[in-house]
């Protein structure tokens, strides 16, 4: 287990129990294959059926680490906000690309199970929890290649013009909904998943808030992927795009229709972005212990550079930013996972703060290691690497922050 000193006091045994047996996963399972897939030169490589992804998913299935948000009735785990924070924090703290992976993985089936609608549960939730071959994989299918971050402005002046819509279109047909576009190569799970929770465009006269949410299993006629990206960071996250062509929906998998969508997506963020936050507050953790166990290690100036004045100011000001993380993440994760409506920009004002961290703890961390750091025998240019991606995906930090101020002004009566 971590050395680090836990704040809340108020922790079960329960709670402390479930914290180890996550670390022991992510150092055992997650941390060695992330490694492992991270030096595959072919992405394809990473989803072949030989790849160590397998296991790995697998094992997780095995330990119910798929089914994180769903509830205990329904076979899931039923975790609290702060249950779910001490699980991702540990998953990436181990790997960010497989923390991201189980969680976009078991979203379609979150949401399902959300509607409460018994036909769906039985035909989604149900045997995507029972699964343990990791057979049932789900993705979140809302980035196309005109529109990124900007899908994710709900409530902006910007998310209402008629002039602006989104490419994946759903139009209804009777009793089924058709959907025709492309959903672009960022889609996490997108080579892999057997499922997408897919936003799409049902009324473009609204603009992109003229949206639906439906599931759409990725086996129907007219789906087809576009091969793995080869991307800087997180490579053993499998993205691809995602293409309808004329496929075929009943109309019942339209979880939500326009008249909800702006509010879904307002929910969906703050969820999202929570979860980021969460997560990369592993990250900057694992940067920090990495780099203050090579401290100790290292000689330098006729001493251990840990003895050195500046490597341990370094040191304090990341042990600052991890705790900084940890606690921001957690309050804005248990506070939103059980008021609704959430306080969406207290999640964008976590995901952008701990993201932004972790990248700048990972390269005072390279600092550290100085050439050694460079060197990919050494894990802290991966860490490095990932971090970088987190400034991006689930909104680009930029335009997350642009969502956020309007919330916050509202919230303060301006």
């Known amino acids: 287990m971590g050395s680090y000193l836990d704040l809340n ?21 997650l941390r060695p294959a992330s490694r492992a897939l991270d030096r595959m030169a072919d992405p394809a490589q990473v989803i072949a059926p030989d790849s160590p992804l397998w296991e790995v998913l697998r094992r997780a299935y095995a330990l119910g680490y ?19 924070h001490l699980v991702l924090e540990e998953m990436g703290w181990g790997s960010a690309d497989f923390a991201i992976a189980l969680a976009a993985g078991g979203f379609p089936y979150q949401m399902v199970a959300a509607t409460g609608n018994q036909e769906l549960i039985e035909e989604f939730v149900k045997p995507f929890v029972a699964d343990r071959d990791a057979r049932y994989i789900g993705c979140w299918a809302i980035t196309e290649p005109d529109h990124g971050s900007d899908t994710l402005m709900p409530g902006t002046e910007f998310f209402h013009d008629p002039r602006i819509s989104g490419q994946v279109v759903a139009t209804l047909d009777g009793d089924h909904y058709v959907i025709r ?20 465009t049902i009324e473009p006269s609204k603009g ?14 007219g789906v087809s992927r576009g091969k793995p990206l080869d991307k800087l960071g997180q490579r053993a996250l499998n993205q691809g795009e995602l293409f309808f062509d004329e496929v075929r929906i009943p109309r019942r998998y339209m979880l939500v229709d326009s008249a909800a969508y702006e509010m879904t997506l307002d929910a969906t963020l703050a969820f999202a972005n929570a979860a980021m936050s969460a997560i990369f507050t592993g990250v900057a953790r694992a940067a920090f212990e990495e780099a203050l166990a090579y401290s100790k290690e290292r000689f330098q100036g ?15 000001g990341m042990f600052r930013a991890v705790e900084a993380c940890r606690a921001f993440s957690r309050a804005a ?42 060197s990919r025998e050494y894990p ?35």
């Open 208 to 221: 992109m808030a003229g949206g639906g949410v439906a599931i759409v299993p990725l086996d129907l006629p």
């Open 302 to 316: 006729g001493k251990r550079i840990c003895g050195h004045q500046l490597v341990q100011k370094h040191l304090f």
């Open 380 to 414: 802290i240019e991966k860490i490095l690497r990932d971090a970088r991606a987190s400034l991006i995906e689930d909104g680009c930090n930029d335009i997350l922050e642009l969502t956020g101020a309007p919330l916050l002004l509202e919230r303060y009566g301006a």
């Open 181 to 200: 576009g492309q959903k672009s190569a960022w889609v996490s799970n997108g080579t892999i998943a057997s499922h997408a929770l897919t936003f799409l």
């Open 333 to 374: 994760m248990v506070y939103n996972t059980q008021t609704l409506p959430p306080q969406t920009h207290y999640s964008i004002a976590a995901k952008t703060f701990c993201t932004e961290a972790a990248f700048e703890v990972a390269s005072t961390a390279l600092q550290i290691f100085g050439g050694n750091g460079l």
């Open 66 to 84: 798929h089914a994180l948000g769903i509830p205990q009735e329904l076979g899931g785990l039923g975790l609290t906000g702060l249950d779910e």
């Open 9 to 29: 006091t108020n922790l079960s045994e329960e709670q402390k129990a479930l914290r180890e047996g996550v670390h022991k996963f992510a150092a055992s399972v």
